[in-house]
């Protein structure tokens, strides 16, 4: 017989857990879905106004799967989310609803109601110990196994989403089996394959979705469960049946081949710089072979994020404790090379201001690991930070359009705390008066405009100019949606600064302009040096504005 799934529990509300579990209750809106974590202050933002993560189209989901029809009709949510994620209003479906999604903190009750309960919770590398640098720390994950084994009802479903080594399908059972000998449960692997800041799109559209489970009838019918519940919006032939070692393994497989392109790219950009090659021009002439293929192969500061270290990690830590050391040497060299690409940006801007950083301000345009993302997780800039520090400049300014100030100066802290670290919510008071202007993520911001008609670009007539900053104060958001009629609905702006609901700050600048790099240049010490580590920047037309870029991957 099928198995009956009502309720799911979602363990950890961060930026995998809420995606997934806000996509599913919208699509099965016959499902109660509850998503819970120890956090007590994420828990509290997730069930406010402003919700914690920054991820295009996640609110507009949140607030009618959590609030109902109440709080947004469903068609001016259709058309918010098909404008946020690029698709037409009319390819979006979302069924007819109540309110079907609750954040709450973890209580051993909403595990007891469960049929089905998702592990979303952190699988970091660890730092020390056997393995530290490498192996995955599996505190969290025995932790919820053993209060699921507690709690959960005899018959649900247990489903891996965490990114995990392979064969934790035998730690979980192990310790289910220990701690609730006479229960049954199943447990499946499902991992997830979602980038940040495309998070709503790649759920909603996903090229596959891997069901791992145990070859044996209770295994298949838990995989069949889950499977149902995603065939509500994709389609079944993007649904992959494995065993559940293949559906673990194949998730630090996907990361690994993902970060090598990267690596592999970055490589080739320091062959560039010594040949006078160019690395964009290398990139696209390969990628123009379809067994290459176009994607992952932009050069710059290599890759950051919370993922991509740690599961490469994980994959190397696996093959050496398999003996396999050529093997776990093969996927580490992935991680020297990315390691290095920073160094290399970091002493070519050493070098290029004579070797000396003293009594000089060096700016940071993006702290994001990323574009279109407020995370900060194994942020670039870190590494980056740590190098200047050490040529002791007069600032280090930093600027990000999406990061909370306070979000960075906690990801500062890292660095033992340093007086010449500025952390600014204008980008042109941080760049003002810059010996050097870093880019250190890839936002579509801090490109020129798209028509550069320098000509026509408003040059600042004296240095006040710059004070009366045109960057845009976000709308004052004291209405929360909340408060709107459903016909009233608009996407959520970022929050005004201080607000008392979240507690975070964001910069005042608007998201959708473009830098004037015009005004930028105007502040800048010569030789008003732009050091370009996302190869986003049009070095021609930025000479017009008197500022000489430097890119990675391309002679001087
Ligand atoms: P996250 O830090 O954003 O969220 C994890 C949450 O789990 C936190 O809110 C934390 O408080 C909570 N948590 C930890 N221990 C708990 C416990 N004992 N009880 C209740 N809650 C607990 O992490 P994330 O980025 O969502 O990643 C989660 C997993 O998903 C990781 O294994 C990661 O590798 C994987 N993953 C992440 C992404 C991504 O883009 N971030 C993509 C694919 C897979
Ligand atoms: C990555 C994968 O793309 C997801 O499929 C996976 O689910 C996720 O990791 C995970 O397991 O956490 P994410 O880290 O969110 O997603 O973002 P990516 O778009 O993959 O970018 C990662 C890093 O690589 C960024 O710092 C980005 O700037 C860098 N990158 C990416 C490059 O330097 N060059 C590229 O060509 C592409």
Known sequence: AGVVIKNICFIGAGYVGVPTAAVIALKNPFLRVTVIDRDEFRIRRWNSAHVPISEPGLDDIVRLTRDGSKACSVEAVKSSLAQRIGARSSKISIPARQPNLTFATASSKSMAEADMIFICVNTPTKVTGIGAGYATDMTA???VVKEVAVNAKTGAILVEKSTVPCRTAKLVQDILDTYRPRARFQVLSNPEFLSEGTAVKNLLHPDRVIIGSSNTIPGRRAAAALAKIYSTWVDRSKILGTHVWSSELAKLVANAMLAQRISSINSISAICEGTGADVHEVAKSIGLDPRIGP???KAGLGFGGSCFRKDIGSL???ARSLGLHEVGDYWNQVLLINDLQRKRFARKVISRLNGTLIRKKITLLGFAFKKDTGD??????????????EERPAEVAIFDPCCSVAGIQSELENLGGHDALN???DPYQACLDADAILVVTDWDNFRMASTPDHTNIKRPQSPTDLTSSTSTIVAD???GFLNLSKDQYLPEPPCPSNCPECAYSFPSFNTEEHLEWARIS??????KLVFDGR????ATEMEKLGIRVEALGKAE
């Open 295 to 297: 994607q992952f192969l």
């Open 477 to 479: 958001r004291a209405d």
């Open 376 to 389: 900060t997780r194994e942020s670039v800039a870190i590494d980056i930070i740590r190098v200047l520090l």
């Open 423 to 425: 952390v600014y919510a």
């Open 316 to 318: 190397v830590y696996l």
């Open 141 to 143: 994950v025995e932790s």
């Open 535 to 538: 190869g986003i920047l049009n």
């Open 522 to 527: 105007y502040h800048m010490k010569k030789p």
